[in-house]
C-alpha cells in the first residue's frame, strides 16, 4: 500500500520556523522525485520545492520561497523534508507531499496545516 504521511506543520509566529517531514512507503522511494506543494484557502495548488532522484541535483523552489525554505531528502529514511524559516504569514497553507517517476506513477500525501499568525 502507497503512502505520503505528512508532519511536522503548526502554528508558529511570523519570523519562526518549522521543519515539514514526509514519510514514503510502498514504493521505489528513492528512484522517484519529490515535490512539496501548497494550497492556501481560495487559491490554487502551487509548487513550493522540488528534488530529484538523482544525486547532487540542485533542488528547486519557488520564487516567493527561495533563501527561506529548503528541500532535502534522505532515502535510507524514505523521507523527503522541507525545512522553512522566516516564515510569513503568506505561507499559511496546507502543505502537500508529492511523489512522481518519468512514465510512472504519482502519488500524493494527505497535507499538513501550516499557519503563520502572531
Known amino acids: 500500500q502507497v503512502q505520503l504521511v505528512e508532519s511536522g506543520g503548526g502554528l508558529v509566529q511570523p519570523g519562526g520556523s518549522l521543519r515539514l517531514s514526509c514519510v514514503a512507503s510502498?514504493?521505489?522511494?528513492?528512484?522517484?522525485?519529490m515535490r512539496w506543494y501548497r494550497q492556501a484557502p481560495g487559491k490554487e495548488r502551487e509548487l513550493v520545492a522540488g528534488?530529484?532522484?538523482?544525486?547532487?541535483?540542485?533542488?528547486n523552489y519557488a520564487d516567493s520561497v527561495k533563501g527561506r525554505f529548503t528541500i532535502s531528502r534522505d532515502n535510507s529514511k524514505n523521507t523527503v523534508y522541507l525545512q522553512m524559516n522566516s516564515l510569513k504569514p503568506e505561507d499559511t497553507a496546507v502543505y502537500y507531499c508529492?511523489?512522481?517517476?518519468?512514465?510512472?506513477?504519482?502519488?500524493w500525501g494527505q497535507g499538513t496545516q501550516v499557519t503563520v499568525s502572531s
Open positions: 528534488i530529484s532522484s538523482t544525486l547532487g541535483s540542485t533542488p
Open positions: 510502498g514504493f521505489s522511494f528513492s528512484r522517484y522525485t
Open positions: 508529492y511523489g512522481s517517476q518519468l512514465f510512472g506513477a504519482t502519488y
